[in-house]
């Protein structure tokens, strides 16, 4: 099966209690969830420890209520309509490790990842007052530079919802986290605009190889914030938002070492980029 991978904050200065309330919501959900139409619920919660990390894994189902099955009364001989409890006819697993905020999905045709994202945004809004739950996707900033290099030019360049991490910093971003860190900034959105046109001159594009740029991609591409990327490919106008690259993990869960696999993973995106650059 195949993950995808986000991280979740709070926007509320009450972070600690905001955890406390979305773990407790997800093990204490009950109500069904509705929305436009369908119903959804979670079930499967529980705990999951490995090596040092603990992990709530769980299941979104999406509910059918009108299903029936016949059956055999052998005393009258009969055929007879008897309707079935509320059945399950997609289901998507996810693991949530609270300790870096990250969130695994499995990926599904029909119950996708932003459905998941946004049952548990409303599992949070039923259980807490304090702000509301956010999730960004986690991306492969690798293929983000590889897509660059195949524009012609960048044009514009589009950072929503920057916000310092945590606990710690990493090289690939860390000055661009201390400059957030010093404004008091909760989240913060930069645009980079490429100069325009002028007639006798070429068109220039934006320098995506600048720092000012690679640091809050950087921090984006780790699940603190995300971007929009506008440019030109062969003379064709391109527009691509950065959740296009989101960052995946192949795990069978019916096999042994699954948990491993992701515990991995996590390890893998909390430590340093300084490879990648």
Known sequence: MRYVVARYYFDTIFKEQAAEDFVSGLFNATAP???????????????????????????????????????????????EKQD???????????????????????????????TVINKLMKIYANASQLGTLKVDFV??????YEALKRWDKVRTIKFRDLRPTNPSSKDSFKEIED?????????TDITFHAPPKKDDEDEVGLNYD???????????SHGYGNAK??????????????????????????????LER????????????????
């Open 33 to 79: 969830l509705e929305a436009n139409g369908l119903t959804y619920a979670v079930g499967n919660v529980e705990l999951e420890e490995h090596q040092n990390y603990k992990f709530i894994r769980g299941t979104l189902g999406r509910l059918r209520s009108d299903e029936s099955i016949d059956v055999y009364n052998k005393d009258a001989r009969t055929f």
């Open 84 to 114: 079935l409890a509320e059945v399950a006819d997609r289901l998507a697993e996810f693991l949530i490790e609270p300790s870096t905020h990250l969130i695994f999905i499995q990926e599904d045709y029909e119950l996708k990842p932003h």
């Open 139 to 144: 991306l492969q900033e690798g293929d983000v």
């Open 179 to 187: 400059m957030l860190k010093e404004t008091g900034s909760v989240k």
């Open 210 to 220: 600048s720092q000012l740029i690679r640091q809050p991609l950087a921090l984006a």
């Open 229 to 258: 990327l506008e440019g030109e490919e062969n003379g064709k106008r391109v527009e691509v938002k950065t959740q296009k690259f989101v960052r995946r993990v192949e795990v069978d869960f019916t096999k042994d070492g699954a």
């Open 262 to 277: 992701i515990v991995q993973e996590v390890e893998e995106i909390q430590a340093d980029t300084n490879e990648e650059e």
